[in-house]
């Protein structure tokens, strides 16, 4: 899949990591983007020969209440931290770090998990921090809070050189885009008929065009303005239908009240179907639901990344994103996907879309090369062995 050359150079890459340990760390063990890679990455590392891990931040319902604030903010709204809540966060961080297990290679993922550092001590790991949201619109008060603790990592990981804030003072500043795994359960390659059978189980037609967005339920996904969209391409192609597959995350207090939210906006519509993992979606159907839709849609207003793009764009399905974040440098616009900034350009290369089989086939086509060419977790995989390489001290080598 990735060609010889590549190969080997993961395995010399190998080499030069092998028997170093590395623990990751983020919030949540279940929804979300750094779950999904995390979930894949580990034991690709563990297979290279790195004894890796991964911990998940123990902390009250309190703390991600506080920490989805944060990152808001640093989306751009405009809300400040009291001081009780800077306390919580930190405490927690404090706690968290005590618990810690030695590494030699300690990578901490987004605001939540930046302060460890900290509370760590000097313990002869390198600290990295990956952060996978886009700042350039973060509200700045809650970013200066946040900033000396980025400040005390040895290197630091960012999606886009865009995202990258003005000043850091470490010296790896390193620019890596997120991966799909190709062999997840969730990106394997499935029979259409078995993919069929798993989507006409929750009563999806399928001899009509489908929409679907994968997303956890959250204003920046704009699930309202999913809807609007599909309302518009509807007066145009009448039978289509829409799906929204979300999962409520561990760590995303909102979720269940945008459900909510949604599920009222779509005003009982019975040609929209709105499904989480407390319906049994899950990996597999993900994969399956998005096999078999006619157009995947991702209409972020935000978006560091957006796994979802990837992973459509590897299973040869077009996709129309929002003109956000990482989403640009995954869609090639007008070649391998559509960009648009409002429901009604999102509706328009909808229609464009389901109207033209001969267009859905091209751009899908280009977007898996795009995807086989930079978002693979091979790529990531080489990245994390090359940090761990030069990061972990050469004495701890055992
Ligand atoms: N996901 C899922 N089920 C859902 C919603 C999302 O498995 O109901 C997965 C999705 O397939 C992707 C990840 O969660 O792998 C979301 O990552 P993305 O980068 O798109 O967004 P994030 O949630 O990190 O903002």
């Known amino acids: 899949m990735i060609g010889q050359k590549r190969y080997d150079g993961l395995r010399a890459l190998a080499a030069a990591a092998a028997g170093r340990s590395m623990l990751h760390v983020n919030a949540t063990a279940y929804g979300g983007g750094v779950a999904e890679i995390l979930q894949n990455l580990i034991p690709l590392l563990r297979d290279a020969g790195v004894d890796a891990h991964w911990a998940v931040l123990?902390?009250?319902?309190?703390?991600?209440?506080?920490?989805?604030?944060?990152?808001?903010?640093?989306?751009?709204?405009?809300?400040?931290?009291?001081?009780?809540?800077?306390?919580?966060?930190?405490?927690?961080?404090?706690?968290?770090?005590?618990?810690?297990?030695?590494?030699?290679?300690?990578?901490?993922?987004?605001?939540?998990?930046?302060?460890?550092?900290?509370?760590?001590?000097?313990?002869?790991?390198?600290?990295?921090?990956r952060c996978h949201i886009d700042l350039t619109t973060a509200y700045e008060p809650v970013w200066s809070f946040l900033r000396p603790y980025v400040d005390e990592h040895d290197a630091s990981i960012w999606t886009m050189p865009e995202f990258v804030r003005p000043g850091l003072r470490m010296r790896r500043v390193l620019i890596q885009a997120p991966t799909i795994d190709p062999f997840s359960v969730k990106n394997r390659e499935m029979p259409l008929a078995e993919a069929h059978e798993v989507v006409r189980a929750f009563g999806v037609d399928l001899e009509r065009p489908m929409l679907l967005q994968v997303s956890r339920f959250d204003p920046w996904k704009d699930p309202l303005g999913v809807i609007d969209a599909y309302r518009l391409a509807k007066k145009k192609v009448r039978d289509v239908q829409l799906v929204m597959i979300g999962s409520l995350a561990d760590d995303d207090p909102e979720g269940q009240e945008y459900l909510d939210r949604t599920r009222k906006h779509a005003a009982g519509d019975p040609d929209v179907f709105l499904f989480t993992n407390l319906d049994g979606v899950k990996d597999r159907e993900v994969n399956a639901f998005q096999r078999v839709s006619t157009v995947v849609i991702q209409k972020s207003l935000r978006e560091g990344f957006g796994l979802v793009v990837a992973e459509a764009l590897w299973k040869e399905i077009p996709v129309v994103a929002g003109k956000v974040g990482g989403i640009v440098i995954q869609i090639q616009d007008g070649i391998s996907g559509y960009l648009v900034s409002s429901p009604a350009e999102c509706a328009a290369r909808t229609i464009d879309l389901l109207s033209d089989p001969a267009l859905r086939k091209r751009m899908a086509a280009a977007g898996r090369e795009h995807v086989r060419e930079n978002f693979l977790i091979t790529r990531d995989l080489r990245d994390q062995l090359e940090l761990v390489a030069n990061l972990a001290s050469p004495a701890r080598k055992s």
Not at 61 to 78: R, S, V
Not at 95 to 124: C, T, Y
């Open 58 to 129: 123990d902390a009250p319902a309190e703390f991600y209440e506080i920490t989805k604030k944060i990152h808001n903010a640093l989306q751009g709204m405009k809300l400040d931290l009291s001081e009780a809540e800077q306390k919580v966060f930190l405490d927690v961080a404090r706690e968290n770090a005590a618990q810690l297990r030695q590494a030699d290679v300690v990578l901490a993922h987004d605001p939540q998990a930046v302060a460890l550092r900290h509370f760590a001590g000097a313990r002869g790991a390198g600290w990295v921090w």
